[in-house]
C-alpha cells in the first residue's frame, strides 16, 4: 500500500535560486575606522559581526543628520524659554 500524498517533490530552479532581478544589489563592506576617525581602538577587530558594523553605520548617518539640523537651527540664536508666572489673584 503505497500514499501517493507522500511523493517526492522536486525542486524547481526557479524556486531554489533567486532570479538576478530578485538578487539583493551587492553592497560594500562597511569600514568602521571610517566611519569613526576619531576612535582610539580598532573598532573593525572589535565588532566583526555585519549585523553591528551596520547599525553602527546608521548609528553614524543619524548622528550626521542630528548635526546637520542642530546647524540649521542654530540653536545659539534661539530666544530664551519664558517662565510661567502665576497671574495675581483679583479682589472681587
Do not use: C, W, Y
Not at 500500500?1 to 524547481?12: F, L, W
Not at 582610539?40 to 558594523?53: C, E, I, R, T, V
Request: glycine share 2%; aromatic share 4%; proline share 15%.
Amino acid at each position: 500500500m503505497e500514499n501517493q500524498s507522500e511523493e517526492k517533490k522536486t525542486p524547481t530552479p526557479e524556486t531554489n535560486s533567486p532570479s538576478p532581478e530578485q538578487a539583493p544589489p551587492l553592497e560594500e563592506p562597511i569600514v568602521l575606522k571610517e566611519l569613526f576617525p576619531g576612535a582610539n581602538q580598532d573598532l573593525d577587530a572589535l565588532f566583526p559581526d555585519p549585523g553591528m558594523k551596520k547599525l553602527l553605520k546608521e548609528v553614524a548617518r543619524n548622528r550626521q543628520k542630528n548635526e546637520r539640523f542642530l546647524k540649521k537651527i542654530r540653536l545659539d540664536e534661539l530666544p530664551p524659554e519664558e517662565t510661567e508666572e502665576p497671574e495675581p489673584a483679583k479682589d472681587e
